[in-house]
């Protein structure tokens, strides 16, 4: 299916979406049409914005990102750093599809995003593949004497990676995380953190060779 089919078949969805919400107000109790790639779903009233999401990482232009955000470029990767406003809104179009996939996720919303974190893209060819957030443990000892390592003031932390399931399995969760740590001035040999890694996440960091450096933390 091309992209502007795939676009079609979103905005038939949201239309449904919308028609459904109303009827729901008018106290309709039925099933909620399910999205055409995650499935169904048992969120209510903020579907819509996950719809939009999908609709926004469709519709990406890799031309309207600010061309001194690309900090890695190599074959068809390519990784951004997101310092506009539309780089922020494409994160949080990704996160947006992430959150909907994992219900307990806390959701992040932009000014957030933007005091808190360096959020990194990746760019496959010309579609949005994926997304991480680091941002800096201002008081690492703490959690570093929790898990009996050697105590360091500071300590970058992994704190989301999420690649749409078409990109899996093709080593670019790697990219992703390798572009940000060199341009977080993680050097090699220093231990970084990661909060609560998924299954997935864990296998991925367990094949890498700084395995060794890496520190799976929860703060709660
Ligand atoms: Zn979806």
Known sequence: MNKAETIKIFLEYLRELRKRREDWFQGWSGRWPSCPVCGPTDVLLEYEEHVKAHLKILRFNPGKVTPSSWIFNQDDARVFKAASTYEYTLIDALNAIFFYNQPVNRRLRTPCLRRWFKAYTLVLRDDLAGYSLWNQDEEADSILRKYGRPLQ???????????????????????LIDAALENLKVKPGDLWLV??????????LNKRADRGNILAVSYW
């Open 153 to 175: 003031e500071k300590a970058m932390v992994l704190r989301q990676i999420y690649l749409l399931p078409e990109f899996r399995g093709r080593g670019l969760g790697n990219i």
């Open 195 to 204: 909060e609560s890694p998924n299954q997935a996440c864990l296998s991925l």
